[in-house]
């Protein structure tokens, strides 16, 4: 048994998720992120929404909470306020964190409560059918979307950063080593995380988009994803399809739950 497999249930695996599917690669950097930190399963909680992603939750070996759609950040906000001493992972997909669950995912970034969102990006509703989500880019199609959709994805880290998060970081499930580092370090920024996790879907997303096959998904990853340092020196016009990977940005920031502790105790003392 490898060292990071006590954070899973193995007993409730295989997993369920598609023949080729980025979402086991996602999980298995959060288990060892966890390795990483020596994360006590007792005071670790992993709550999840609903979707491919957050079937994770179901296999992770720790405290759990298989949420409501979209309402994954809200159920680990009360978590975290019940007992600030509590790690509080939330995993998401991007349907679930940027559709319904949109408003919670810009007021968990503007409170900088500690919470760490890991949002699996497969640009698709993946487990519903395959319609478009808010991160399917445009032009690439969808059940919902035959002919190419013709809205604008936006850029999750983009919207965080805007809305207050602390720590905003992306990478790919072919970058599988970086990203466990990244996971570890939005584990351990005291506030509002974001690691935005580019996985691919070859059933759903890829094949309808001539993207190939699972390797071929992961060999688009490699070409595509650019350390920012490097991406920040593209030309314009070399950018196209290409995308930064890395600690996107990092801020000191109040956070929330030790913010709201201070009205407590000025409402206790009757001042």
């Known amino acids: ?53 957050s079937r994770a939750s179901g ?12 309402r994954a950040i809200p159920f680990a906000t009360g978590i975290k306020l019940a007992n600030p001493k509590l790690k509080v992972i939330v995993i998401t997909g991007d349907g679930d964190c940027t559709a319904i669950g949109g408003n919670h995912f810009i007021h968990g970034a503007r409170r900088n409560i500690d919470l760490t969102v890991i949002l699996f990006n497969n640009n698709i509703y993946g487990m519903t059918g395959g319609q478009a989500s808010p991160l399917t880019p445009t032009g690439k199609k969808a059940t919902t979307a035959p002919f190419g959709s013709v809205d604008t994805a936006f850029d999750p880290c983009e919207l965080a950063k805007a809305a207050g998060a602390s720590y905003i970081a992306r990478g790919t499930a072919f970058h599988a080593k970086p990203l466990v580092e990244l996971i570890a370090q939005g584990i351990s920024n005291n506030g509002f995380s974001l690691v935005e996790a580019i996985t691919q879907c070859p059933i759903s997303y890829g094949r309808r988009n001539k993207m190939g096959d699972a390797a071929g998904m992961l060999k688009w990853m490699s070409e595509n994803a650019v ?32 913010e709201y502790a201070k009205v407590i105790k000025l409402a206790q003392e009757g001042k």
């Open 227 to 258: 350390p920012l340092a490097a991406y920040e020196k593209l030309a314009e016009d070399q950018k196209d399809e290409k995308f930064p990977i890395g600690i996107l940005y990092q801020k000191t920031a109040p956070e929330y739950s030790a």
């Open 59 to 70: 296999y992770m070996n720790f405290d759990t909470l298989h949420t409501a759609h979209g």
């Open 1 to 53: 048994m490898r060292s990071y497999e006590k954070y899973f249930r193995m007993n409730r695996l295989p997993h369920i998720w598609c023949p080729g599917c980025g979402n086991g690669i996602v999980m298995k950097s959060i288990a060892k992120a966890a390795e990483q930190l020596g994360l006590d399963q007792d005071n670790t909680v992993i709550v999840s929404g609903i979707g491919c992603s």
